[in-house]
């Protein structure tokens, strides 16, 4: 069950009313060390004033139908770079194909609590969690391995849930889930075209 994260944007909407006007200074001391974390949540229609006014250039935000086509193109290229240290070829051709159906990627980031990082207008991660717990997916783009964006999205999409934690992590993330507090539940082999792929259920007990 997804936490209801109403509170978190009530406070942004009473940050943006009473202090957008004052100082970059003022708004720190309003905020305190919580200003990253508003942001995360903040409404669209304040997005890019708030960006520009705090001069953020890196931030997570809710995803939208229109990041689709750029999500898929960075999940295509962080498999076929990054995973290719733990799969084959012929596994990484079967689990990141050429073609995608973009609606059925649309409609599930849709229906789950899905969120993305930019940088500089470039989306460079996302990830997603459904009702029930389960974390579909968490991608970081190639070139912005190792910066925490992973950790990052990870976090707001944790912080989201009631109860246990569930997903299906690749050779190439255990470790990462592992030092989350996610543990081993089995070994899987996913059959996609007939050519199958090592993962692992792993789950965070909450």
Known sequence: MLKNPGYSEIFVNTVVSCVFPFSKTNLMSFCGSQVVDIYVRVQDRYLDDILNFMEIKMFIRKYKATDCKEIIDLFYNTVHNVNVKDYTKEQLAVWATEQVDLEKWNESLLEHYSLVAVDNGIIVGFGDIDKDGYLDRLFVHVDYQRKGIATAIC????????????????????????????????????????????????????
């Open 155 to 206: 976090n707001e999409l944790e912080r989201i849930v009631e109860g246990d934690i569930t997903t299906h992590a690749s050779i190439t993330a255990k470790p990462f889930f592992k030092k989350r507090g996610y543990k081993v539940v089995k070994q899987q082999e996913v059959e996609r075209q007939g050519i199958f792929l090592t993962n692992f259920c792993m789950v965070k007990k909450i």
